[in-house]
């Protein structure tokens, strides 16, 4: 597209009016649900801070843009939230197969109805979390965008899990990871298995008090033949040798973008 007509399209009054209802939302309190529009579909929102942060993310950065000459491309998005991954990727691949996990059960009743509010019926939704094996796990919900499973049982109620080793059984064009700190223990877990994998993104967390395991991540991935590029989605120490923020337990946050070299 030509720049003078992407600058049309920026400026027209279906993007400004768009761009002033992300801006309504933005200016509400921490942790305010309600509903908005997107792309025309009713929205419901968990929490106005963390929707408008996944919008800017999603839609203004497009972090989850890829290409793949399959017209029904195999996605899994694990950590899907109230749903703006998938209908993300359904609009660049409208046949693509995509299971959604959500372990937060408030959540992923959001995630159900903004599916279905969009017409994207077929859909796998799943409330599970994603861990190593099929158990049950305790679940820390945190109102927002930030709730975690707590193998300790510090969490305030209790979640299926459900192990990604079965859902790699076949080819999978994407697989993105958002899923709050359990991402080394899930990938770890189907290691085996990630060669069935052509594109990822995780969402690398590093614990509060805990060992980072970042090194150790970006083995497997190499390990599974991945290349891989890492950029910073928030800075939340932007000075850490003066001093070290923390937030929802965790220390750092980083985008990790996982692609296999040309042959």
């Avoid at 209908?87 to 159900?112: H, M, N, Q, W």
């Avoid at 290691?191 to 995780?202: H, N, P, S, T, Y």
Wanted: net charge negative; glycine share 6%; aromatic share 10%.
């Amino acid at each position: 597209m030509k720049f003078r007509d992407a600058a049309k399209l920026m400026f027209s009054p279906r993007a400004l009016r768009a761009r002033r209802e992300i801006e309504r939302v933005r200016k509400q309190p921490r942790y305010t649900s309600g509903t908005t529009t997107l792309f025309g579909h009713p929205l419901e929102y968990v929490d106005s801070a963390s929707y408008y942060f996944l919008h800017e993310e999603i839609f203004r950065e497009e972090v989850y843009d890829f290409h793949t000459t399959n017209p029904n491309p195999r996605i899994i998005d694990g950590g899907a939230n109230i749903g703006l991954s998938v209908i993300y990727c359904k609009r660049l691949f409208p046949s693509a197969r995509i299971t959604a996990f959500e372990a937060d059960p408030l959540v992923a009743g959001f995630l159900r109805r903004n599916l279905a509010a969009c017409g994207l019926a077929d859909v796998d939704v799943r409330a599970e979390a994603l861990w190593s094996c099929d158990t049950e796990l305790s679940f820390l919900a945190e109102g927002a965008d930030g709730g975690r499973v707590t193998p300790d049982g510090g969490g305030l109620v209790r979640v299926p899990a459900v192990a990604l080793s079965p859902f790699l059984d076949e080819p999978v064009d994407f697989l993105k990871l958002d899923i709050e700190g359990a991402e080394f223990e899930v990938l770890q877990s189907c290691r085996g298995r990630l060669g069935m994998v052509e594109k990822a993104f995780i969402e690398y967390h590093s614990k509060v008090d805990e060992p980072q395991q970042l090194a150790d991540l970006m083995a497997l991935l190499k390990d599974a033949g991945f290349r891989c590029f890492v950029t910073a989605p928030s800075v939340f120490s932007p000075k850490p040798l003066q001093e070290i923020k923390s937030y929802a337990g965790f220390d750092m946050v980083l985008n990790v973008f996982c692609v296999r070299p040309k042959p």
